[in-house]
Nanobody
């Protein structure tokens, strides 16, 4: 089992920045590819960003490419999502997820473990 706890969400004005963090515990963190997903009100959960188990490869949704950066620290067992140039359309609950394959993985059904989510609200 892997336990994931997200933090760093909040309210920010359009154009601002937030840094989300996900702390993992349980099994060896470096064995897992990690991802961030989000679910906006009334919409389905969607892929945001993913990073391989080693941190050497990453992937982004087109909607966040160039604005968001995913990173991981396998010593601290954390994965972060730096979000710059935030837009109201980025308003959502953001979820951290872990998967056994090396990754990066973009499909939700490839992930085995999920956090409870952290809420991000971007005001216009």
């Amino acid at each position: 089992q892997v336990q994931l706890v997200e933090s760093g969400g909040g309210l920010v004005q359009a154009g601002g920045s937030l840094r989300l963090s996900c702390a993992a515990s349980g099994r060896t963190f470096s064995n897992y590819a990690m991802g961030w997903f989000r679910q906006a009100p009334g919409k389905e959960r969607e892929f945001v960003a993913a990073i391989s188990w080693s941190g050497g490869r990453d992937a982004y949704a087109d909607s966040v490419k160039g604005r968001f950066t995913i990173s991981r620290d396998n010593h601290k067992n954390t994965v972060d999502l730096q979000m710059d140039g935030l837009k109201p359309a980025d308003t959502a609950v953001y979820y951290c997820a872990a998967a056994s394959p090396r990754g990066p993985l973009v499909l939700q059904n490839e992930y085995d473990y999920w956090g409870q989510g952290t809420e991000v609200t971007v005001s216009s």
